[in-house]
């Protein structure tokens, strides 16, 4: 018994210490974007709605919601981050 509770002590630890090192480069593949908004990061966004796919820059808009129109709100999704970066900078 005391096993399987410090066990799960460990776990709980080992959960709050991933959650807690989620940097903002992680957060941008859990986050759904509005229409019109700011592109954070350069790739292919998904609509949550159907599945179109568009590829945003950094700094752009998403596209406007009149543009891309759902009885929901759409919201896009980030699927293909652009390694703009390349090799070797890391
Ligand atoms: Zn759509």
């Not at 080992?14 to 992680?26: H, Q, R, V």
């Not at 229409?35 to 596209?63: A, L, M, R």
Request: positive net charge; contains cysteine; proline residues 6%.
């Amino acid at each position: 018994m005391a096993f399987s509770i410090s066990t799960n002590r460990i776990f709980i630890k080992s959960l709050i210490t991933c959650y807690n090192s989620l940097t903002d480069e992680k957060k941008i593949w859990l986050t759904k974007y509005s229409p019109g908004t700011t592109v954070q990061v350069s790739g292919i966004y998904k609509c949550t709605e159907c599945n179109k796919e568009v590829t945003c820059n950094k700094d752009d808009p998403f596209p406007p919601p009149k543009d891309h129109e759902h009885i929901k709100e759409t919201k896009w999704k980030l699927i293909v981050e652009a390694d703009t970066k390349g090799k070797g900078s890391y």
